[in-house]
């Protein structure tokens, strides 16, 4: 679905200079400062406005903004003379390439890319290249997605489905999930904040983004997985390069769009970086058919598999460790500091008692003022493998932490669904029930046919299995980061336990987790809002 901005014919030639593409859903940034992509970047999480759009109202419209002097004349034509230059290092980049044979050399460029108008499933698919692209997304938490677009709830059409005896089924399925989701959010918005008041001493600004959080804490499970977002990419060459390979050869439609476009508009900005990822392209030729041969390989032998027992109960469980971590973990501190093998020093720790190696760890985590003083890269010789249960909305926020090695199974409504407190008991619940009862029916009718696409009509709100093998150090970040107050309940639940289970096993490695939040909070963003507004006030002349 390509995007539906209006642009006048004037704007349409000023923004030509700053993007690849005027038409397309998908377009890099070019001709700007680091900083207003940057911005126009981060932007994207908190707009329902388009990149273009933003560019064109925060910046380039925006007169307190002075853009004129900020980009200074940029270049157009090819006849310039610095096009030419681009143009003669590119050849020269070109050589050097293929002189120097090591793919690293990729990683030594980069660009934004502005992915517009894709579902959430592939938002997901992008937002998993973990190495070298920095994404940001526009959030489910604190915009509203029930606008309609030429009377239209913004959700993906899938091609095979929408020519296919499903059309009908996935496209009343998909409204009728969005049209709940708006109905609920006034009527659930006036409940809790009867429940809770705000207080004299706080802004209004402040409260009204918390409550807007905690109500779409709430409703976002409606959400079909078709539901359409924005994101950018920031990236190097080398990482876009894999991404376009492993987008061009999902098996879902929309995914090999999007590889393509992406191919074609980075092709315009940095195209050595990204023509060896050229759908004729041998590499990726053969990337084709290695990819068919592996998913061939594995559905073959996952076949001959007796029947295994789903993990289909909410929840976090850690079924994999190192029993001598905690000896690794010491051996591995000591070790820059002293000239001793790591073996002699594993040995050594084999023989300390566990209450030695707790005031070891203890003599370390006390120091720590704030939660991004990490431990030290010793904690990487620990690490941990938690099969995960829950709510697609909260794996999608998850999904997030690279540092790790993580996969899912496709998405199902067979696995229960995510139900809020704060709507069990009330009018709503009643709807809410019928709305995730009718998707599964919807669900589970396409998806015997269509076990790909069917996935599009899942509502966030049904829990997903997924497993983390991490290590100890970006545990602890995870868990820190996201137990924090403003994070949503239910990922701050997951947080919380995977650092208790951890703890339970091995309690010397608790003192690590020392900024984990194990509170409950009614508003939880409220904190943060009112710093920001605080932060907002203090900017102001
Ligand atoms: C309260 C909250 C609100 C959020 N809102 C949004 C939102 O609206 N939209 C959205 O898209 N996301 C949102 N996020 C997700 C957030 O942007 C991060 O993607 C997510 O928290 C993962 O954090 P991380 O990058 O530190 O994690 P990891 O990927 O776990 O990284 C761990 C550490 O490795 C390092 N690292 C890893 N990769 C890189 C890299 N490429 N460059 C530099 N350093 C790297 C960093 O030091 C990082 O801290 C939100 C997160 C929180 C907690």
Known sequence: MEHQEEFTPEQSKI???YVSNLDSNIFVLRNLPEVIKGALFSRYSRSVLG?????LKDFILNEEMAFDSIVGEPVTNAGDEQFVAIKKAQNF????????????????????LAIENVSMIAAKVIEDCRIGGSPLEKSTRYIYF??????????????????????????????????????????????IEKTFPKEPDVSQFAYNAALRAKVLDCLRGLLPASTMTNMGVYGNGRFFESLIAKLQCSPLAELQESGRKSYQELSKVIPSFVRRADPTHKNQLSYFEYQERLNHE?????????????????????????????????????????????HELQEHAQGMERIER??????????????????PRA?????????????????????????LTQEKQLLTCDYNYYLPEEIVGTEFEADYHKAMQEAKVAFDTM??????????????????????????????????????????????????????QVSQVFPEFESFFGFVDYDGYQLGRLGQEIRLVEKMQARRP
Not at 51 to 55: D, K, P, V
Not at 160 to 173: F, N
Not at 451 to 475: C, D, S, T
């Open 298 to 342: 594995i559905s073959t032998q996952v076949s001959h598999l007796k029947e295994l027992e789903p993990m289909n109960e909410a929840g976090v469980r850690l079924i994999d460790y190192d029993a001598d971590a905690p000896e690794k973990v010491a051996a591995a501190l000591l070790f820059s500091g002293s000239n001793a093998g790591l």
């Open 447 to 500: 998806a015997k046919a269509l076990p790909e696409e069917a996935q599009y009509a899942v509502p966030m709100a049904y829990n997903i299995h997924w497993y983390f093998k991490v290590n100890l150090r970006a545990l602890q970040w995870i868990c820190e980061l996201r137990s924090s107050p403003a994070g949503h309940p239910m990922y701050r639940l997951v947080a919380q336990e995977m650092a208790k």
């Open 358 to 375: 707790e005031k070891l760890f203890r003599s370390i985590t006390s120091i720590r003022e704030n939660r991004r003083h990490k431990s």
């Open 51 to 55: 990149l273009r759009s933003l560019l």
């Open 146 to 191: 029930d606008q309609k677009v030429n009377g239209k709830f913004l959700f993906y059409r899938e091609p095979v489905i929408m020519t296919s005896a499903y059309r009908d089924l996935y496209l009343e399925t998909c409204d009728m999930l969005f049209e709940t989701y708006g109905r609920l959010i006034p009527p659930l918005t006036e409940k």
């Open 15 to 17: 923004l030509e200079m």
């Open 93 to 112: 980049y070109d050589r050097i390439l293929d002189g120097y044979g090591d793919d690293s050399i990729g990683e030594l460029g980069g660009t934004h």
């Open 379 to 403: 904690l990487e010789h620990a690490s941990f493998t938690f099969e995960i249960c829950a709510d697609y909305g909260i794996y999608r926020d998850l999904q997030r932490h690279r540092m």
